[in-house]
């Protein structure tokens, strides 16, 4: 038996309602049920000094990565920096980075000296700070402000 001939079988055979539609008869497939998905959160690009003191404002605890295109470890631990975006424990966590080249201001302010460094604000204050990229610190900096 062909895979359609077997699923109008299936569907014969269920229980599940019949709405009608533009004078035709449609069940509803158990294979199209909808469900909600938690939405992503987000690592934002903080393009201006404005928008970074904006973030810190509006968000009780934020956390900013200040990395440079060129920094090899920067480009490694982006994706753990956005995975830990994405965690239900960490949805009341802003998460932002900072181009060092292209906001040398407001890097020199925050006192980076290296890339990459996750500088946290809690309260619109300095949290602490973690240089390097060393998941396992930056995890327990995100959490400590928590």
């Known amino acids: 038996m062909s895979f359609q001939a077997t699923a109008r079988v299936i569907l014969r055979q269920s229980a599940l309602p019949v709405i009608k539609h533009n004078h035709r008869h449609h069940r509803l497939s158990a294979l199209r049920q909808f469900h909600t998905t938690l939405p992503k959160m987000t690592v934002h690009n903080l393009l201006t000094k404005d928008a970074f003191q904006e973030a810190v ?17 920067c480009k490694a631990i982006a994706p ?20 060092v080249d292209d906001l040398p201001e407001l890097s020199q302010e925050l006192g980076i000296t290296a890339m990459p460094t996750f500088v946290a604000f809690k309260g619109g204050e300095p949290g602490g700070k973690v240089v390097g990229a060393n998941p396992k610190a930056i995890e327990n900096l995100v959490t400590s402000l928590l």
């Open 80 to 99: 753990v920096v956005a995975k830990l975006s994405d965690e239900e424990r960490f949805k009341d966590v802003f998460f932002a980075k900072i181009d």
């Open 57 to 73: 404002k509006n968000n009780n605890v934020v956390i900013v990565d200040a990395f440079a295109t060129w920094c090899g470890p």
